[in-house]
């Protein structure tokens, strides 16, 4: 997967193909990663799918970071990946709190999913999005677990179970049982 091309070569390409869009080169050792201002998000993402110099056909990942008490709080981060050409694409969409993000779900159906956990855990609003509900969390969970502002003493009582306990008698039975059973085959 080691199809070289860095993310400058990757703006140049973007840049004519989404008005109005300012991109930023992220440092990074392993790919190539942009950061995309939020209103071009999808324009950019089409782009990077249907464009044939790029070819990013496929969504990998979708997560967040959260970077409190830094302003624009969050980092969405998506992984994509192009089949074709045998490389990967780090973007980034930075985000305020309160501040929502367009879906890519219409450009990548597999990033629906990806985009409820991440609205599960950080809060981050997917604009657009069709089912963006609770995906890890119970319903009636209060909160995103993963902001560094959650609160991590959670009063629950412990909750204990009692072993499994057989004789050994019946444990040599089991063992018996399963190797007749093994050697009737």
Known sequence: MNSVMDASAIIDILTPLVPGASYEAGSSIDFATIYVPAPQLVET?????????????????????????????????YHLLSVPHRRQLRLKVRAGNGQSIPTVSGIWRGAGWPEREVWDMFGV?????????????????????LRKDYPVQIRKAAQTYEPLEVSEAEFRANIERDRVKRTAH
Do not use: K, Q, S
Request: aromatic share 10%.
């Open 45 to 77: 993402c089409r782009v990077l799918r249907d464009n044939p110099a790029l070819r990013f056909n496929t969504i990998i990942e979708v997560t967040a970071a959260d970077y409190l008490p830094r302003d624009p709080r969050f980092e969405v981060v």
């Open 125 to 145: 609003i997917f604009d657009g999005h069709t089912d963006l509900r609770r995906l890890l969390m119970p319903e009636d969970w209060e909160g995103h677990p």
